[in-house]
């Protein structure tokens, strides 16, 4: 059974860096590596750090997901992948065939991205679903959503591993995502949060009792372990 940990930091930075480190320490472990990652103001934050730790990762071992992703034009500024190439990816030797976006809006439906990215994720699994991801890191909003998952949405329940979401509640309307199914399958979950606007979330999203379907946050759980990592300010210490 999972365990749910807690993790405060001082401030924004030394959250950042404090993330950075601990993915630093997974990523130096012997073996291939799947790291989910994350978009949003945190989230890029710790690519950042990430890529000032960068050398003491043997990035050749290290497969590179994401959770979700706006569906805009490739180079659109505002996907996650964007970022996280200029804030990482565009500085470390990975090798390319490693990196494995979210397709972008060429032409074809999200429907049509999703299940691109669900026939991906399964070429590298070993069990013909999904790679065994080590952590999967997660921002939260300050309604309790992660990844493109939000409140009484399709992505709580479904039992697809990646779906088209229509009408998010937050620009851009348009979106692929991992649900929840998909994110509970990962050795290990990380939320990174901070901030005042989560406070409350994320007290309701450490507690197994709250309803994911509320709050997804709190169905998102790794396999053995889930860490919330939050500044004071979002723990309300």
Known sequence: MTTVDRVVCSDETHLAATVAQALVDRLSAPGVHHLVLTGGGVGIRVLIEL????????????????????????????????????????????????VHPMPSDAGQSAEEAAQAYADELAREAPDGAAPDFDVLLLGMGPEGHVASVFPHSAGVRSTALVIAVHGCPKPPPTRVTFTLRLICTAEEVWIVAAGAAKAEVATEAQDNATSPNDVPAAGARGREKTI???DRVSAGA
């Open 51 to 98: 890529c000032l730790r960068s050398q003491a990762v043997d990035w050749t071992r290290v497969h590179v997901w994401w959770s979700d992703e706006r569906f805009l034009p490739a180079g659109d500024p505002e996907r996650n992948e964007t970022a996280a190439r200029e804030a990482l990816l565009d500085h470390v030797p990975i090798p390319p065939r490693q």
């Open 228 to 230: 919330f990592w939050l």
